[in-house]
């Protein structure tokens, strides 16, 4: 028997050096688990993991009597108060083999000097191993894949359950996992989907620590096998065609899908679930299977599945299938990507706004939200059935608000019957920026043409106008301005309020601010008179709309004091219509 200690950074294959060659962790895992040979890691501690083989706190596990020494007490961040120096690690290895036939160092540093240990750097090892000079039955360079011909990222022999439970975390993501245990007293290997502790064991400590694994194959039956009797746990990523390679019905094809979408969804071929989707024969768990794997796809590939929406739409019409939501969000992210293709299922979609399915109704208010923002006239007559969503402060509320907000810019007065809900969601602090804001949008453009409609919630916007966020800000001045241009005696008892916005940074703040208190000075030209000399710097402003609305107010204001900077606008100003509101304001001031 040979003992072996192996660097891992700049030495295997796992982190190369850049200049020469490194050994393959293939090999490494070969040596520990298909030979009689020790195996250990002796630099980044990374390797004991990725190879399943023991490492520096395993090495001095081993010398119970020298652990203080060594390593002293584990500190709060898992770390030990000190490690064994490199050398000093070869020589508690060593102590563990006194009969060994040989001890082979492996790393990019130079121990040749350490006494008993052949040194090669990873460089010198791989070409002795493939040429013979180092006689051992080992695999030539890459030619070794581990686990039944699949490569493999990690693995872990699991001391205890607290090791497998981190390393489960570790790989959360992980494609698929190759498993090695023992089964009555004989080794058996099975490859699984997924594997996690068994939760009744979590629950129950006077229950064995078990690992509840989930077989690839799609016709095989869920198992646990105990903590104790698992040899090897390594992460592996099986090739696409293993999913469904032992599927003996359509039902199980379905789901070795479904697996595979889950985890490689960009190999999966939307033409073989198309075949499986919608049966004759009404299979409601293949459907179900089929539709989620499309799903997953959908989310990394929507322009593929464009050939599945008029299947997708059938399942719609049908009163059986048993994933609508699946089926909706599928229709959703190929609409993220192509909004015009799904916009012709509005009407298949509207009346699943009403369903009782939370997940459901979520799905087709988001539909109708990615429908609206492109084609808001296919989701015009969704309207009523947001309002209602709105209303009930359903978890989809802000996706029927965002719809909401589309639909407004081409059809505001289809969202006239929904001003209430849309003010409710206005006056709501407990809800997102984002969706006050898309409802502010959607009732302003209402208020343009009807300014009535929020006369009776003006008191409740006002708080707003000191709001931190500069968009909520300026949209809650603008629907003020918008209220005033018919009821500007509601908005005058709040002119200092608005004045205040007149200075801000935010253009369109100072905009709209300037805009809303123009209307006001129109008919209650002493509430606005002391902000006059404001008004009159604002006639530099950078921004021409500011400009403008300088114009307006200053000429319903009469003021006389402003006639040189108005004539100075009237004729040298850049902007036309700044040109043509100065000219105007002189007239007004001159009458």
């Known amino acids: 028997m040979f003992v072996f200690a192996f660097d891992r950074d700049w030495t295997v294959d796992v982190n190369s050096h850049p200049r020469h060659d490194a050994v393959p962790l293939e090999w490494v895992r070969h040596l520990a688990h298909e030979t009689p040979h020790a195996v ?58 006194p009969n060994a036939d040989g001890y082979f160092v492996v790393d990019d540093l130079d121990l040749s000097d350490v006494d008993g240990w052949e040194h090669y750097h990873p460089w010198e090892f791989v070409p002795a191993v493939t040429q013979g000079q180092i006689h051992l039955d080992f695999p030539g360079a890459r030619d070794l894949e581990a686990d039944g011909g699949l490569p493999t990222s990690a693995g872990i022999m699991p001391a205890d359950a607290s090791l497998l439970s981190s390393f489960l975390d570790e790989h959360a993501g992980a494609a698929g996992f190759k498993l090695t245990y023992l089964d009555d007293g004989d080794e058996r290997t099975r490859l699984c989907h997924t594997v996690s502790m068994d939760a009744v064991a979590l629950e129950r ?19 646990t096998v105990p903590v104790d009797a698992i040899e090897l746990l390594s992460v592996v990523e099986p090739p696409p065609e293993l999913y469904t390679a032992d599927a003996d019905t359509a039902s199980e094809e379905a789901l070795g899908l479904r697996r595979l979408a889950s985890t490689q969804p960009e190999a999966v071929r939307v033409s073989s679930l198309l075949s499986l989707l919608g049966g004759a024969d009404g299979d409601r768990r293949r459907d179900e299977n089929a539709v989620r794997a499309l799903r997953q796809v959908a989310t990394v590939r929507p322009t593929d599945c464009t050939p599945a929406i008029p299947i997708l739409q059938t399942l719609l019409e049908g009163e059986t299938h048993p994933a609508r939501d699946d089926v909706l969000a599928t229709l959703r992210a190929i609409g993220d990507s192509d909004p015009g293709a799904i916009g012709p299922l509005a009407a298949d979609i509207i009346p699943y706004l009403d369903s009782r399915i939370v997940s459901v109704r979520r799905e087709a208010t988001r539909c109708l939200a990615t429908i609206a923002a492109d084609c808001p ?105 918008d209220v005033a241009i018919i009821h500007n005696d509601v908005v005058e008892s709040y002119t200092e309020a608005i004045a205040d916005l007149l200075t801000v940074d935010d253009t369109y703040t100072r905009i709209n601010a300037s805009g809303a208190l123009s209307r006001v000075a129109k008919d209650f030209s002493d509430s606005v008179a002391h902000v006059t000399p404001t008004f009159i710097e604002l006639l530099s402003d950078a921004d021409p709309r500011v400009r403008e609305n300088a114009c307006w107010a200053l000429g319903y204001l009469g003021a006389q004091e402003t006639t040189s900077e108005l004539e100075n606008r009237a004729h040298q100003d850049d902007n036309a219509d700044v040109r043509k509101r100065a000219s105007w304001a002189l007239d007004q001031i001159s009458e």
């Open 205 to 223: 400590p006077s229950v064995a620590p078990a690992l509840q694994c989930t077989p690839l194959a799609p016709g095989d039956d869920q198992f």
């Open 377 to 481: 006239e296919d989701a015009v007559d969704a309207v009523p059935a947001l309002a209602t969503i709105i209303d009930d402060e359903s978890d989809a509320l802000p996706y029927a608000v965002y719809a909401l907000s589309q639909i407004s810019h081409e059809y505001p007065d289809a969202l006239k019957p929904v001003a209430e809900p849309l003010g409710s969601v206005i006056l709501d602090d407990s809800l997102s920026d984002t969706v006050r804001l898309n409802a502010i949008a959607g009732l302003g453009r209402v208020v343009g043409d009807h300014p009535g409609i929020a006369v009776d919630i003006v008191d409740d916007v006002v708080p707003l106008l000191t709001a931190e966020n500069p968009q909520l800000r300026n949209n809650a001045i603008a629907l003020l301005g």
């Open 40 to 97: 250990y890691a002796i630099g980044n501690q990374t390797l004991a993991e990725e190879a399943a083989i023991p490492g520096v706190v395993d090495i001095v596990g081993r010398h119970p009597d020298d652990w203080d020494e060594w390593l002293g007490e584990k500190q709060p961040d898992g770390r030990y108060e000190q490690f064994p120096l490199r050398r000093e690690r070869l020589a508690l290895i060593a102590d563990l083999h």
